[in-house]
């Protein structure tokens, strides 16, 4: 049996048995990515909804509490006390009571009606800048809003002179699940092959049957192809699991083909199977493959376009994005998923996360050499 | 009828960095025979073993077995070869039954040759009674038997057993040693390393390794033979008395006694040729010790490498 993949059966059957008989390396496989993906799912919740927000209502008039409701309507406030004065209302946002303080003074309605400018107060806190944010263009337009109505009003107009009416495409609600899950399955699917295959190769050489298996016939090929397949199987089981919980517990609707996004995810977990072979060819023990992937897990956290968007990153980060399988990925799920691109589209991603895959792989084969030293 | 070579180191060297593991060693071994490799912890014999496997590459010289290259020529090697590491290196997963199967396939068998030759080897080896156990749960001799099991699933012409009694009881180790000479019988090449003595005086032919230079190697009997062993005007005495201790220490300032050494209830001693018995049982009845045994024995094979090494040590070539 001369075939370059030589053994590559019986490592295949052994590897199998040694996954299915060791609970640790499963129990890693699957719990910390559900834990994650409940995490990014329920609690990194970036939506801005219902700010704890206190009025300090110095007019008291019709007009004021209609002011008010406006705030409240936007669904970005929720009115949950009262202040009597400027300084109490700092005071509660310091004490960290409320986020948002609203001031109307007592000239309020008089100066609306007189036609002059009428000014209102809104304080932030800024300590968390999303929050700020978003607290700022809510509460800037309510004001221009009052402020066209008025002026509208006062020239006669039934309806404002330009109305935008945006329509978002593909994440109506802006959900931030629909759009952190799927980017949370491609990190948490190279958290776990990375590892496993980083593992499964040093933890052979640490006990010396690596050393048993290269005086035998075995090849290389035969070798790294029956390490890597076991998990690629349970790799393409953990991530339709992941689509299961994402599509049906977080209700984020997959808008595109599955296949395609099955054969995406296949070409995807390969690639970094790869790498963790790749790893294994250079690790000594377990302690410097753990720390060796964490180096290549920590760039696909931040650059992969996972959190922060590509496009504002300094050129030497964008630089780093376009090497890195992850970006493809999550670009490729995000068009598959929300915008039910479909596979003709995005050959491009499939490309390069095959080509990925491949190079690692021949890497990985060629590198490890049959001989200890 | 001259034997066949199977395995022939000429000059092996291996360095790491600026330490020479393995300092131009020269042997040859002949098809069918035990070769017993001796030598002190880190003198290196496993690298030796490593080099003729193919795992590790020669720095220098050069290597054969059955005429095949170690560094040329490894999957010509491969299937002639088997290794018993000092490890045992099983897979704990899985069961003894899953280790041996596994290893079959790795060596090509399947089907009902597979089938042949694992009944084979569990009647060998008698692990019928674990079949279905872990291989992490077995108890240092089953492991041992287990690892040989493996290591000959696919007949082997030469086999290298590296420290095979590491840490296994007695009987386990008779037991081995059993097999290995009905495996040699069989005209298997065995290469053993050992730390015990008892071990290597049952070997067809001894090599000893010190401080990466392989010191002398040949048939047992003749090693002992050698000059070095066997100063001129000496001879070596066996004294059985009571409490060898302090005889030892007695005899030792005695004139004409060169080395004095204890053996469980006796003490060894090398004595120049004249020494009279009598000198030293007065010597002993002057130490409170009345009665005593003396008679001449054959140097062992523990002599020997004392010998050479204390040479060794002296002269720095």
Redesign the interface.
Known sequence: ?KTPF??F???L??EF??VL??PFTLFFMIFPPLVEMIAFGYALDTDVKNMRTIVLDQDRTEESRQLVKQFENTGTFKVVGEAQSITELADLIRRGKAYVGIQIPPEFTRDLRAGRSAKIQVLIDGSNSTIAASALNTSLNVGFLNGLRAMAERFGLRELPVEVRPQILYNPEMRSPNFFLPGVIGIVLQIATTFATAMSLVRERE???L????????SRWGLMLGKLVPYLVIGMLMSAFLFIVMRWVFHVPIAGDITALMVGTFFYVFALLSLGLLISTRAQNQMQALQMSMMFILPSVFFSGFIFPRETMPGIFYAISTVIPATYYIELERALILRGASLGDFWFHLVMLAGMGMALFGLCVLRFR???? | MPLETMISCEALTKRFGHFTAVDHVSFAVAKGSIFGFLGPNGSGKSTVIRMLCGLLEPSDGRASIAGFDVAQQTEEIKPLIGYMSQKFSLYDELTVHENLNFYGRLYGLKGAALKQRYDELIALTHLEPYLHRRAALLSGGWRQRLAMACSLVHKPSVLFLDEPTAGIDPVARRELWDLLFEFSSQGMTLFVTTHYMDEAERCSHVGYIHMSKLVVCGEPDDLKQLPIVNPPDTKRIDVTCDHVTTGLQAVRKLPGVRTATVFGQSMHLLVDQDMQDSFILAELAKNNIPRADIRPIAPSLEDVFVALTNNRNVDPK
């Open positions: 049996m030589r053994g059966t019986a490592i059957y052994k048995l040694v008989r060791d006990r010396g049957t050393e048993q298996l290269m005086v035998s016939p075995l049959k001989t200890m030293a």
